[in-house]
């Protein structure tokens, strides 16, 4: 999880609210509902809004997740600043989320404070409210909870810091040249970012601190 910054929603979903004043999510057709799915994706640089793997911003894997459920906040169903474009992975992320409350979000800055992610490719949450998200979203701080995401991140994780010059089980005492990297790595090309790169920060910054 990273923190996300909303722009300016789509305009097909600004004008179906001018035309439908009193309308709900679940009466928008599917031209709408692709417009905030594409718009939530491009702004998230293609990456899962909770787990940071890639997404397409197509139906084949991207869902518009709504971070305060509809049957829990109907009047910010259309609220574009309350929705995210989630990957749409089996019991995590979205389809764990339903209707739960989430105590800390990708809307917030300490998302990315809270959450502390590790080469194994655990995740612990440093406060009450992060343990909660990462239940709520199942995204993996044990591996009986969910085996598949650790082992995936872990994965590429390592490939990515590989591919950057750096071996994980030496890892890099220069600062400088963490810090260099922290920012090609938070730099998307082509408005992308590489599949966990939010997750390598992570761990970069844990580097620079110790």
Same mark, same amino acid.
């Given at each position: @999880?990273?923190?996300?910054?909303?722009?300016? !929603?789509? /305009?097909?979903?600004?004008?179906?609210?001018?035309?439908n004043p009193s309308?709900?999510?679940?009466?928008?057709?599917?031209? !709408? $509902?692709?417009?905030?799915?594409? &718009?939530?994706? #491009?702004? *998230?640089?293609?990456?899962?809004?909770?787990?940071?793997? /890639?997404? +397409?911003?197509? /139906?084949?894997?991207?869902?518009? !997740?709504?971070?305060?459920? $509809?049957?829990? &906040?109907?009047?910010?169903? =259309?609220?574009?600043?309350?929705i995210v474009a989630?990957?749409?992975?089996?019991?995590?992320?979205?389809?764990?989320?339903? +209707? *739960?409350?989430?105590?800390?979000?990708?809307? @917030?800055? !300490?998302?990315?404070?809270?959450?502390?992610?590790?080469?194994?490719?655990?995740?612990?949450?440093? /406060?009450?409210?992060?343990? +909660?998200?990462?239940?709520?979203?199942?995204?993996?701080? #044990?591996?009986?909870?969910?085996?598949?995401?650790?082992?995936?991140?872990k994965y590429l994780? #390592?490939?990515?810091? =590989?591919?950057?010059?750096?071996?994980?089980?030496?890892?890099?005492?220069?600062?400088?040249?963490?810090? @260099?990297?922290?920012?090609?790595?938070?730099?998307?090309?082509?408005?992308?970012?590489?599949?966990?790169?939010?997750?390598?920060?992570?761990?970069?910054?844990?580097?620079?601190? &110790?």
């Amino acid at each position: @999880m990273r923190k996300i910054i909303k722009g300016n !929603e789509p /305009t097909p979903l600004t004008v179906w609210k001018r035309a439908n004043p009193s309308g709900r999510y679940q009466q928008l057709t599917n031209s !709408e $509902r692709q417009a905030i799915r594409e &718009a939530c994706t #491009h702004e *998230q640089q293609y990456l899962c809004a909770y787990c940071c793997q /890639t997404i +397409s911003g197509t /139906t084949a894997d991207t869902m518009n !997740e709504h971070v305060e459920a $509809r049957d829990k &906040a109907a009047n910010k169903s =259309l609220d574009f600043n309350n929705i995210v474009a989630s990957c749409t992975t089996s019991y995590q992320c979205d389809d764990a989320h339903g +209707s *739960q409350p989430l105590p800390l979000t990708p809307l @917030m800055d !300490e998302c990315e404070t809270e959450l502390q992610f590790m080469l194994s490719g655990r995740v612990n949450g440093l /406060t009450d409210r992060a343990k +909660s998200a990462i239940s709520v979203l199942n995204l993996g701080d #044990h591996e009986r909870n969910n085996k598949r995401l650790i082992e995936k991140r872990k994965y590429l994780t #390592h490939s990515l810091l =590989l591919e950057n010059g750096v071996d994980p089980d030496e890892g890099l005492e220069d600062e400088e040249l963490l810090l @260099m990297l922290i920012d090609d790595l938070s730099t998307p090309r082509d408005g992308r970012l590489a599949p966990y790169a939010p997750v390598v920060v992570n761990v970069l910054r844990q580097w620079i601190a &110790a």
